[in-house]
Each structure stands twice: as C-alpha cells, then as structure tokens.
C-alpha cells in the first residue's frame, strides 16, 4: 500500500507530467486531451475509448415514453383489427387467458412521407418525420409487468437490475466532455422501478447515470460558494490533491475514486452547466418549433430542447423520460386518453429531429424512442391492457435507415410473424451503431462475465444505414 509520502511524490510527478505534456495536449482533439488527461490522473475511466468497430453514431438520444403506448394505434395499422371489432377472441391478459372482444383504434392511419409509412393521427407532427425513422413493428419482451418490462428495456434483465444501458455506453466508450457526466437522465417523475433504471449497479460507480429533474433549478446547488472564480479553482485544486493522497493510501479503493470523480464532474457542471440550461442564446424561431415559451423551465418540449444541448456539449447518452409511473401512456380504461400523451411529446420530438439536422448533428446522433410494452388488441371495455408479445419501438439517426418499417405482425397485432425482435436485439443494434459488439462489452463480476444482452441478442443489420 502507497505511504502518504509516496503518494505526495506521485503527485508532484503528475503536475511534472501536465506541465510538460500542456503544448502539445493544446494542439490534439478533445477525445484525445481528455485520454491524455487519463493518463496522466491514473487512467480514469471515463477518458474516451475506442469501439470494436467504427461507429457509425456518437452519441445516444433514448426517450422512454413510460407505461406502453400502443403499436396497433400509433405506427402498426390492422385494418382487420377495424373490420373485426366487437369479434369475441381468447384474450390473454395480466392475469389468465379469457374470452375478450376486439377493439378497433379509434385514430385514423394515413401514409406519411415518400415512404408511405402508416402513422396515425395521434403524431401529425413526427409523422413528418416518417422518411428518417426506422419503425421496428415486432419487438417483444418477457414479463408484461411495469416493473419488470421498465427495467428489460433499460438494462436488458427483467428480473434481476443490471447497469442501464446509458452506463454501459459509459464504461464501453467514455465521456466527451470532463465537465460533464457520460450519462444524464431527465426524469420530472420516477418510473417503474425508480432509479434502478439509470444505475450503474456492479459497473465502477462513475458510470452511474446522473438524475435531472426538469424545473428552475435541474441541478440543485449549482452555484459557487467561493467568493471569486481564481479562489473556487484553488480550492479545487487543492482538494483534488488531498483527495488523492487519502485514496491513494487506501490502496485506491474504486468508491473513494468514483466520489472525487464525481467531485470533478461537479466542479466542471459548476463551469459550463448553467449555460446549457440557460435557453436565451436559442432563436425564437427554435423555441417557436418546439413549442417553448419563454417561462417555461420543465415541459418535454424543454426536455428535448436541453437534451440537444446536452448532446452538443458531448454527454455520451442523454435519456428523457415521459411522464413516470404516475400519469403514463398506460390506457387501461380508453384508448382516447393517448391523446394528451401524444399531444405532449409530438412536436417535441419532431423539433428534436429537424434541429439534429439543420446542427450537422444528425449523422452522429442515435435517437431511441421506446416504451416497455404495447396494448393488447382485446379488452371488454374502451381501452386496451398490457402487451408484452408484439409492441412497436423507434429508431432514428444517420446510423439507421429512414422510411422503413421493420418486421410484420399478425392481422391483429398480437404476435410476430415476421422478423420478430427481442429486447436483447434491440440493445444489440444500439450498440452496433454506437461502435460496440454488445458481445465483447462485458464486465466480470460474481465470477461470470456479463452484459447488457445477457447470452443473446442479433443486431438488425437491415435497419443500419
């Protein structure tokens, strides 16, 4: 175990080495001064890493619309669905399998976009989107509970939490930008299984997804209490060295290193957050396209907005959740109540797509617009239950190809026929876009090596552009 002295040494050593190494850090890429920085700080974790495979996105837009929006009345039309409502059926629900009727959509379809994609009215907006998304029809998870589909989406495990899929991008590839974290959540209310969902769990605690809560202040106290900025960095800098001799003689335990990275993090949100959350630099014309007024500090709208920002000072995976496990997609009693939920997120994320694009930003973007589970085609009454066999989820970007809608589903919506797509498939695409084989992203823990896709998991190559 390093002596206090020793560790004092390495700390001189370490200025020795940035003193030096500062003309020429000056003149590299971020990505390559932050792996410098790495080096010379002990190979932090968060420095920037290489995929498997040249990636194809950056940076990562998840949006999880919580509770389960309905395939078969938003992106996947069953005109026999329509033509046989009332038709009596086995209907499996959360509980047994009975006699239910058919319930047809009550919104109507229409082709959208050169692609003729079928996008009902409940997203006029993002339906002219629909040349640049990628309408994955047959995706399918394991348990249709709340909780447990929640955390399959988010973690690839419906059983057991395992580290969210923003804090494996985080171990696999790094940060971006120091003065941020790798992994920021937007989340007004917590969903199924609350923070399980953004958790690093066995993953170092550095790659732990950080919680923003939409509101004035996201990041409670975000400002200095130092009287002057000089005064603030000293002490920073002081406290940093400090930090280090204590881990250092501790035999560098990895929670004694995560906090003062956290510590560091914090000192660069301090620097360059109030910025990101401060809207005045954005056109009227902007705001106008996403729909926020200028009082407005926590809507989705504003959520997409900031998630842009975020992504374009280099945060590696910026996840918006909508709404939490209260006021959900979750229209057990009618179908219409979609209708405010959709009207909430559709010019939001319409916005988003066309800013990514005019900012040169789409190419190098992955947007995921996801849910737990889809609506059963059955229900004695207006509305439709859980769904968990057949639901339809969404991806976007320069790494996937527009206009195409991928797998098919029975003439009711219910099962796969065609293409079927598991979570861990869904995952695995992910990760391929963002340059990783989801097969080699493990992590040894317990005595087992695992991954976000478990032992399973085929990347949709069809859908990469």
């Keep these: 175990m390093q002596s206090e002295q020793t560790a004092a040494d390495s700390l001189t050593s370490r200025r020795s080495f940035l ?7 000056a003149g590299l890429p971020l990505a390559q001064q932050l792996a410098l920085s790495a080096r010379a700080f002990g190979g932090r974790a968060l420095a920037p890493q290489p995929g498997t495979h040249p990636a194809k996105a950056q940076q990562l837009i998840f949006v999880f619309l919580t509770g389960g929006f309905s395939h078969v009345d938003t992106f996947d039309y069953k005109p026999q669905l329509q033509k046989d409502h009332g038709k009596l059926v086995p209907g499996e629900s959360l509980r047994d399998i009975t006699t239910q009727p058919l319930v047809r959509s009550p919104f109507e379809f229409t082709p959208r976009g050169e692609s003729g994609l079928l996008v009902s009215d409940l997203f ?40 969210s899929i923003g804090a494996w991008l985080s171990y696999g590839l790094g940060t971006l930008n120091r003065n941020l974290p790798p992994y920021v959540v937007l989340c007004e209310h917590l969903p199924y299984a609350g ?54 003689a501790r035999g560098g335990d990895p929670n004694l290193l995560a906090r003062m990275q956290s510590f560091r993090t914090a000192r660069g949100m301090m ?39 975020l992504v374009e000072q280099g945060v590696r995976t910026v996840e918006l959740i909508d709404t939490g496990a209260s006021s959900k997609w979750d229209s057990h009693g009618n179908m219409l109540d979609h209708r405010p939920k959709a009207e909430r997120v559709d010019r939001a994320l319409a916005a988003l797509i066309t800013d990514l694009k005019q900012r040169g930003m789409w190419d190098n973007t992955l947007l995921a617009i996801c849910t737990e589970f889809g609506r059963a085609p059955w229900d004695p009454g207006k509305g439709r239950s859980h769904w968990h066999r057949a639901f339809t989820s969404l991806l ?21 026929v065609e293409n079927p797509v598991h979570v861990h498939d869904y995952h695995a695409t992910i990760l391929h876009a963002m340059g990783i084989d989801h097969t080699q992203l493990t992590y040894r823990y317990a005595g087992r090596d695992f991954r976000l896709t478990d032992v399973a998991g085929n990347v949709l190559h069809e859908v990469l552009a």
């Design 19 to 25: 003193s030096r190494a500062a003309l020429t850090a």
């Design 124 to 163: 006029p907006l993002l339906g002219n989107c629909a040349d640049d998304l990628c309408v994955i029809r047959t995706l399918h998870t394991d348990i249709l509970e709340h909780f447990q589909a929640v955390l399959a989406m988010h973690t690839g495990s419906s059983t057991v939490p395992l580290p």
């Design 195 to 248: 923070s399980q969902v953004w958790d690093c769990n066995f993953l170092p605690p550095e790659h732990q997804g950080t919680r923003l809560i939409p509101g004035k202040t996201p990041i409670p106290h975000l400002t200095s209490p130092a009287p002057s900025a000089p005064l603030a960095e000293l002490e920073g800098r002081m406290l940093e060295d400090v930090n280090a001799a204590h881990a250092a």
């Design 271 to 309: 620097r360059v957050a109030p910025a990101i959350f401060d809207l005045s630099d954005e056109t009227q014309n902007t705001r106008a396209m996403y729909g926020v007024p200028e009082d407005d500090s926590g809507s989705f709208a504003w959520q997409c907005l900031v998630a842009r920002r």
């Design 396 to 416: 976007a970007g320069g790494a996937i190809k527009g206009g195409l809608a991928y797998g098919t589903t029975d003439e009711y919506g219910a099962l796969p």
